[in-house]
C-alpha cells in the first residue's frame, strides 16, 4: 500500500472510529476528527518530502486490478501539480475543522454526521486528485458531490435546500457529459489498444479531430462547471452564500480545483488538438469570467455572495492561464490554484467569524469592527489583500506569472485581465472599509474579538499566505516539471519574444 | 408417433417450480387456516431455493433440444432464470406480509363478507400459488426458441398476474381497476403478438426462431409479411416490458397493484421480457436488423425521455417509480438495439443491478404507513429524513442507484449499457440516453430533497417497524446495491462469460 493510498484512506479510518463513538459525545467526536485530520496532514507532508522535485512523470504509483471487464483499475499517482493541491486539501481541512468548531451545531442532522462528511469528503478529495486512472476519476468527482450536498443542505443557512440542489443539479449534469465522453474514450482506446482507462496510455491515442473536437467540449463543459467559468457559473454564489464557511472553503478552496484540475489533466492530455482548437474560445470566456465577476463583487451586498464572485474572477484567471498555453501561464495558474484555495479559505474563515458575531451576513451591517476586534479586522484584512493580489502576498506571484505567461501569446487578453486587478482593489477596499472602518454601527459594540482556537486556525494559512509571496521557490520548483510534461505534451512551444521587443 | 424426449435435469428448475405452485393450490384447499401462511410461504420459498440450487447444478450444461427444440437452455437463458428466481425470492419474501392482502378477493369491496373474513381472519393464501405459476412462466420466456412456446409463456405470466393485481387490501376498487386494465389491454397486446406470430410463421412457414432465421437468409428480407410479423410480435413484447407508446397501463397497474405485487411485476416480469425480447431480436431477427433497428432505437429514445419527464409531474411515489420503471425499459432497449455480446452482457447486469433497487424501494414504500395503510402521496413523504432517517437514507441509495450516480450498481450498469451501445457505433442513442438521465436525475433528486431537506409536517406518517422477512428483503438489496456498485467485477465478469445464445 502505498503513502497515496494511506492518505487516502486515513479520514475513512476516521469515519469508522466516529461511528462507533456515541452522538452525545460531540467534544470527542469533533477532537477526533481534528486528530485524524492532524495525521493525515503529517502523512501528507512526510510524502511530499520524498518527492523527488526534479524528476517528470507519476510517484507513488500504485494500481490494482478493479473492474478488469472493462481495463479499469485502481490507479494513483502523484506529479508535482497533483501532489500541491492534495497538499491544500490536507492542510485545509483540520484548519476549516479548528476554525468552524461550532458550525456543526443546530444543523438538520447530528454533529457526528458533519464530521463523517466532512472526512469523508476529504478521502474523496485527495483521491480525486491521486487518481491516474480516468474511469476512478470520474467515480470519485462524481460521488464526492454527494457529501457536499449533504453538507450544503443539512448545516447551512437561508435557502439551503435550493442551494444544495442546484448545486447538485448542475455538477451531475455536467458529469453526465463527462461520463458520454469519458465511454467514447474508452471505446476508441478499445478499438486501437484495447479496453483501457489508464491515463497515460489513452494519452497515447490518435483520435480523429471532430471526434476529438466532442470529447474535449464533454470533458471541459464539466469541468467548466465546477471550476465556475462564466456561463455555468451560476450555482456558486447561491452556494456559497448558503453553505457553512466551513463547507465553502472546501468547496471554492478545493473541490472547485478539480474543475481546471481536469483541464489540465484531461482535456489538454488526452485531446491536445481539440484544446488548440477551443483555445480562443475558452481564453474570451476566461476573460469575460474575471471582468464579470470582478463587476458583480463590487455590487454585493451580502459578504458571502462577494467572495463567490471575487472567485468567479480568479477562476478565470486560473483557466486564462492554462489555456494560454504557456509553461510560465501554467505554472502560475497552478500556483495560483493553491494560493487562491488559501486565500479563499482565509476570506471565508474571517467573514464566517464576522457573521457568526454579528448573526448577519450584510456587509452593511457591520462597521468599526476594527475598533472592537481588532485581531479580526486585521485577519480579513490581511485576507482581503491577497484576495487583490498585493505584491509580497502569494496570490500576486501567481496572478502576475499567468498575465506574463498570457501576455506573451494573447495580449489583448492579459490587458483586459489586468484591469481586474484595479477592480480587485476596489471590491476589496470597499468591503474593508464598509466593515472594518468607520463609526461602530450599533449592534456592534460588544463584538468579542478572535478567541485563542480562531486564532490558531487563521495564523498558519496567513503564515502561508506571507511565506509563499516572499519565497514561491520550492512550490514552483514542484510545479515546473510537472507543467513543462504538460505542455509537451500538448505540443505547445513557448512563444519567443521577437527582437526588439 | 413416438413420444418426446425431454431433458428432465435441465427442465427441472421450471418444474420445480410448477410442482410447487400446485402443491400450493392443494395446500389452499386441504390445509387448515392456522398452518395455511406458513406452509404457503414455506413452499414458495422452499421452490424457489430448490430451483435455484438445481440451476446452479445444470448452469455449465446447455442444450437447444431439452424440449424438443422450443426451449434453449443456454447460458444467457440459465443467467436471466437465475436472476428471475434471486429477484423472486426477495418479492416473496414482501410478500410473505399478508396484511398487504385482501383476505378474501372473491368479496366484493365494501361487503359484509369481506368485513367478516378479516375480522375473523379468514385469510386466503391464493396469492403464493399464483405467484409461483408466474414465476415459472417468467423462466419459460426467456428460454422460448419457438413461437408457440414463447405465447404460452406469456401467457403462464400474465394470467396470475392480473389476478394478484386486483388483491390489494386497502383501496381495493383502485387495485381491482387495475387488475381489469391491466387484463383488458395485457389480452389485447396479447391478441397483437399472436396475429404477429401467425405472420411469421406465413412468411417462413416455421415457429422455430432458427428456422425463422434460416428462412430469412434464404429468401432475402422484403416481405411484407415479414415486417408485419416483426412489428405486431414487437408491440406485444414492448407492451409487456412498458416500452412507450405501450406503457399507458403501467401507472395505473402499478399504483393499483398491492406493493409487494408492484415490486414482483416491475422487477421480474421485466426482466422476464426482456430477456425473450433479447432472444428474439438476436437469435431470430438478427439479419433483419436493418428493419427493425430504427424503429426500436427510437422507442428507446422516446420511453427514455417521456418516462423521465412524465416521472417528474408525478405526485404518487408509485406512479413515479412506475414512470421510473418505463424509462429504465428505454435504458434497456439499449442493449436490445446493441445486438452484441456487450449489449447482451450489460444487459445481464442491469437486469439485476435494476430490479434489487425496484424491489428495495418498494419494500420501503410498503413500511411508509400512517393508520389507513400505506401513504403513496408523495407531498406526505415530506421530512421523512427526520423521522426515520435509516429507512430515509436506505431509500435515496435505491432512488440514486436508479439515477445512476456512481459507487450504486445502478452506475455501474448505466455505464455497461451506454458503452455497449458506443461500441456499435450508436452515437445518437447515447446522447438522448445521457440526457434522459440527467432528466430522471433531477425527478431523483427531488424527492431525496423532500425525503431530508423539507420540514416535516405535522402529520401522522410514520415508518412502521418492518417485519423481519421485509426487513432482511430491504437490507439483502440494499447491501446488494451497494457491494455491486464498489465491487462489480465478479458480477461483470460472469455476466461477460453467461452472455451466450446458443443457437
Not at chain 1, 469570467?289 to 451586498?301: H, P, T
Not at chain 2, 428493419?291 to 418516462?307: F, H, S, Y
Not at chain 2, 423539507?454 to 426487513?471: G, M
Amino acid at each position: 500500500m502505498s503513502i497515496l493510498t494511506t492518505i487516502e484512506l486515513l479520514p475513512l479510518v476516521g469515519v469508522l472510529a466516529l461511528i462507533f463513538t456515541p452522538k452525545a459525545q460531540s467534544k470527542l467526536i469533533k477532537q477526533l476528527a481534528v486528530a485524524v485530520s492532524l495525521i493525515t496532514l503529517a502523512i501528507s507532508v512526510v510524502m511530499a518530502l520524498r518527492f523527488k522535485s526534479g524528476t517528470t512523470g507519476f510517484q507513488f504509483v500504485e494500481s490494482h486490478p478493479w473492474i478488469s471487464s472493462f481495463g479499469i483499475n485502481y490507479a494513483v499517482g502523484v506529479d508535482g501539480i497533483a501532489l500541491v493541491l492534495i497538499l491544500l486539501t490536507t492542510i485545509l481541512v483540520p484548519i476549516v475543522l479548528v476554525a468552524g468548531w461550532n458550525e456543526s451545531e443546530g444543523g438538520r442532522f447530528s454533529v457526528k454526521t458533519f464530521y463523517i462528511l466532512i472526512l469523508i469528503s476529504e478521502t474523496m478529495m485527495v483521491g480525486v486528485f491521486a487518481a491516474t486512472d480516468v474511469f476512478l476519476f470520474y467515480v470519485i468527482f462524481e460521488a464526492m458531490l454527494i457529501p457536499v450536498y449533504l453538507l450544503i443542505g443539512g448545516y447551512g443557512r437561508g435557502d439551503r435546500a435550493a442551494a444544495a440542489l442546484k448545486f447538485l443539479l448542475y455538477s451531475l449534469f455536467g458529469g453526465l457529459l463527462m461520463l458520454a465522453a469519458l465511454i467514447g474514450t474508452y471505446i476508441i482506446a478499445t478499438n486501437q489498444i484495447g479496453g483501457t482507462f489508464d491515463l497515460t496510455k489513452l494519452a497515447t491515442l490518435t483520435i480523429d479531430k471532430p471526434t476529438q473536437n466532442w470529447l474535449f467540449l464533454g470533458f471541459f463543459i464539466a469541468f467548466a462547471i465546477k471550476a465556475p467559468l462564466w456561463p455555468l457559473h451560476t450555482w456558486l454564489p447561491k452556494a456559497a452564500k448558503s453553505a457553512t464557511p466551513g463547507t465553502s472553503i472546501l468547496l471554492l478552496g478545493v473541490m472547485d480545483k478539480v474543475g481546471t484540475y481536469g483541464m489540465i489533466r484531461f482535456c489538454m492530455t488526452l485531446f491536445p488538438d481539440a484544446t488548440k482548437t477551443f483555445t480562443p474560445a475558452i481564453i474570451t470566456l476566461s476573460v469575460i469570467s474575471v471582468l464579470y465577476g470582478a463587476f458583480l463583487a463590487i455590487g454585493q451586498k451580502d459578504i458571502n455572495s462577494l467572495i463567490a464572485f471575487t472567485s468567479i474572477s480568479h477562476f478565470g484567471v486560473i483557466t486564462l492561464g492554462i489555456f494560454a498555453m504557456t509553461s510560465q501561464g501554467l505554472s502560475g495558474a497552478t500556483f495560483y490554484m493553491l494560493n487562491h484555495g488559501f486565500s479563499t479559505a482565509a476570506l471565508f474563515m474571517t467573514a464566517g467569524w464576522m457573521v457568526y458575531r454579528r448573526k448577519s451576513s450584510q456587509i452593511e451591517d457591520f462597521g468599526g469592527l476594527q475598533r472592537v476586534t481588532p485581531v479580526l479586522a486585521w485577519s480579513f484584512f490581511i485576507a482581503g489583500l491577497s484576495a487583490l493580489a498585493l505584491p509580497g502576498l502569494s496570490s500576486f506571484i501567481s496572478e502576475f506569472l499567468v498575465l506574463v505567461g498570457t501576455f506573451t501569446r494573447y495580449p489583448v487578453a492579459a490587458i483586459l485581465s489586468t484591469f481586474a486587478i484595479i477592480l480587485a482593489a476596489l471590491y476589496v477596499l470597499i468591503a474593508v472599509q464598509k466593515s472594518l472602518h468607520g463609526e461602530v454601527k450599533p449592534g456592534n459594540e460588544s463584538l468579542t474579538d478572535l478567541g485563542l482556537r480562531e486564532k490558531i486556525a487563521i495564523a498558519p494559512v496567513i503564515a502561508i499566505i506571507v511565506l509563499l509571496g516572499f519565497y514561491p521557490k520550492p512550490v514552483l520548483d514542484i510545479i515546473n516539471p510537472a507543467s513543462g510534461v504538460v505542455m509537451q505534451h500538448a505540443g505547445a512551444v513557448d512563444p519567443v519574444a521577437k527582437a526588439g521587443k | 408417433m413416438s413420444a418426446p424426449v425431454l431433458n428432465y435435469s435441465l427442465l427441472a428448475p421450471i418444474l420445480i417450480i410448477l410442482g410447487g405452485a400446485l402443491l400450493g393450490v392443494l395446500v389452499e384447499a386441504f390445509i387448515s387456516k392456522a398452518l395455511r401462511a406458513t406452509l404457503q410461504l414455506g413452499i414458495a420459498l422452499g421452490s424457489v431455493v430448490l430451483s435455484f440450487a438445481w440451476l446452479w447444478k445444470v448452469h455449465n450444461e446447455s442444450s437447444i433440444s431439452a424440449a424438443v427444440k422450443s426451449v434453449a437452455m443456454d447460458p444467457a437463458g440459465i443467467y436471466i432464470q437465475g436472476i428471475i428466481l434471486i429477484l423472486a425470492f426477495i418479492a416473496i419474501l414482501l410478500i410473505a406480509d399478508q396484511d398487504n392482502f385482501t383476505a378474501q378477493a372473491s368479496a366484493l369491496p365494501g361487503s359484509e363478507e369481506e368485513s367478516v373474513a378479516i375480522a375473523e381472519g379468514k385469510q386466503q393464501t391464493e396469492v403464493f400459488p399464483l405467484t409461483l405459476f408466474a414465476i415459472a412462466g417468467m423462466m419459460l420466456f426467456p428460454i422460448a426458441t419457438d413461437l408457440i412456446t414463447l405465447f404460452v409463456a406469456l401467457e403462464v405470466l400474465s394470467l396470475p398476474l392480473y389476478l394478484m393485481a386486483g388483491l390489494s387490501r386497502r383501496r381495493r376498487l383502485l387495485s381491482q381497476e387495475a387488475a381489469l386494465k391491466y387484463f383488458l389491454l395485457g389480452a389485447f397486446s396479447s391478441a397483437i403478438f399472436l396475429f404477429g406470430v401467425a405472420f411469421l410463421y406465413g412468411y417462413s412457414g416455421s415457429l422455430n426462431f432458427n428456422e425463422i432465421a434460416a428462412s430469412i437468409s434464404a429468401s432475402g428480407n422484403n416481405s411484407v409479411f415479414l415486417y408485419i410479423g416483426i412489428i405486431f410480435i414487437s408491440v406485444g413484447l414492448l407492451f409487456k416490458v412498458g416500452a412507450v407508446p405501450f406503457h399507458s397501463w403501467t401507472p395505473d397497474v402499478y399504483q393499483g397493484a398491492p406493493t409487494p405485487i408492484t415490486g414482483f411485476m416491475a422487477a421480474c416480469t421485466k426482466v422476464a421480457a426482456f430477456g425473450a425480447t433479447l432472444r428474439l431480436f438476436y437469435v431470430a431477427l438478427d439479419s433483419v436488423d436493418g428493419t427493425w433497428k430504427p424503429i426500436i432505437t427510437a422507442i428507446a429514445m422516446i420511453t427514455m425521455v417521456i418516462g423521465s419527464i412524465a416521472a417528474m409531474t408525478q405526485r404518487d411515489i408509485k406512479r413515479a417509480l412506475a414512470y421510473s420503471s418505463i424509462a429504465h425499459a428505454g435504458f434497456l432497449l439499449i442493449g436490445v438495439v446493441a445486438l452484441s455480446q456487450a449489449g447482451l452482457a450489460s444487459s445481464l447486469f442491469y437486469f439485476l443491478a435494476y430490479g434489487l433497487a425496484t424491489l428495495g424501494a418498494f419494500a420501503v414504500i410498503t413500511i411508509v404507513r400512517d393508520s389507513s395503510g400505506e401513504v403513496t402521496d408523495l407531498n406526505r413523504w415530506v421530512g421523512l429524513g427526520k423521522k426515520s432517517p435509516l429507512i430515509a437514507a436506505i431509500f435515496s441509495i435505491f432512488l440514486l442507484s436508479f439515477g445512476g450516480i456512481p459507487l450504486t450498481a445502478g452506475f455501474v450498469g448505466k455505464f455497461a449499457i451506454f458503452s455497449a451501445a458506443y461500441q456499435t457505433g450508436n452515437m445518437a442513442i447515447v446522447v438522448v440516453a445521457a440526457l434522459a438521465s440527467a432528466i430522471a436525475l433531477f425527478f431523483y433528486l427531488r424527492i431525496v430533497l423532500m425525503i431530508w431537506f423539507a420540514e416535516p409536517t405535522n402529520d401522522s406518517v410514520t415508518v412502521v417497524i418492518p417485519s423481519f422477512l421485509t426487513r432482511t428483503a430491504i437490507f439483502v438489496t440494499v447491501a446488494a446495491t451497494l457491494i455491486f456498485g464498489v465491487i462489480p467485477a465478479p458480477l461483470l465478469d460472469s455476466a461477460k462469460n453467461f452472455a451466450v445464445f446458443l443457437r
